[in-house]
T-cell receptor, first 114, second 112 residues
Framework: NAGVTQTPKFRILKIGQSMTLQCTQD?????MYWYRQDPGMGLKLIYY???????DKGEVPNGYNVSRSTTEDFPLRLELAAPSQTSVYFC?????????????FGPGTRLTVT | AQSVTQLDSHVSVSEGTPVLLRCNYS??????LFWYVQHPNKGLQLLLK??????LVKGINGFEAEFKKSETSFHLTKPSAHMSDAAEYFC??????????FGTGTRLLVSP
């Protein structure tokens, strides 16, 4: 099993450009998540999905969009990149959303917007 | 509101000495608690989790944590630090049916 994979690993964007961060999991998990991690901070939830076709906002959704057309894939889109979106982005998945079910994380995408 | 406080942003130890990383939480519900480790430029890896089955939880790589409800704490310990333990450690709480709440992390530095 590859677990959770993310592409690209690194990206530099100019202000106003758009891009899609890819996330795929092969564990047949229904729940998937996108987080951002800023220096010295914990992870903040951007969006999450409870299954194909169902997504919902997390704590910091502004400036991002998601879609979930399959169980495996959960791409995150930045439409108009801003310097405030410079961060490390992590995708995660879990078997369930409640209780002791841990989340499995991808290796992250380091994004710089200049 | 649910929250997690990691009491130290940095902890420095010598190789072979004990490790203590402190975590306090607040939760209105019976929580699930986790410790994750993040090595440089890597994703987060689960160290251990508390599921209400036992208050002393053993994890990977010799780490363990004790859930103390009266103190609302979930401190992470290891008897003897190894150089490979140098990383960032996150205490995470899931209060009942709600989403994960992450602490701000503790950077563990291990010197020879």
């Amino acid at each position: 099993n590859a677990g959770v994979t993310q592409t690209p690993k690194f990206r530099i964007l100019k202000i106003g450009q758009s891009m899609t961060l890819q996330c795929t999991q092969d564990m047949n998990h229904n729940y998937m998540y996108w987080y951002r991690q800023d220096p010295g901070m914990g992870l903040k939830l951007i969006y999450y999905s409870v299954g194909a076709g169902i997504t919902d906002k997390g704590e910091v959704p502004n400036g991002y969009n998601v879609s979930r057309s399959t169980t495996e894939d959960f791409p995150l889109r930045l439409e108009l990149a801003a310097p405030s979106q410079t961060s490390v982005y992590f995708c995660a998945s879990s078997l369930d959303r409640q209780g002791p079910y841990e989340q499995y994380f991808g290796p992250g995408t380091r994004l710089t917007v200049t | 509101a649910q929250s997690v406080t990691q009491l130290d942003s940095h902890v420095s130890v010598s190789e072979g000495t004990p490790v203590l990383l402190r975590c306090n939480y607040s939760s209105s519900y019976s929580p699930s608690l986790f410790w994750y480790v993040q090595h440089p430029n890597k994703g987060l890896q689960l160290l251990l989790k508390y599921t209400s089955a036992a208050t002393l939880v053993k994890g990977i790589n010799g780490f363990e944590a004790e859930f103390k409800k009266s103190e609302t704490s979930f401190h992470l310990t290891k008897p003897s630090a190894h150089m490979s333990d140098a990383a960032e450690y996150f205490c995470v709480v899931r209060p009942g049916f709600q989403k994960l709440v992450f602490g701000t992390g503790t950077r563990l530095l291990v010197s020879p």
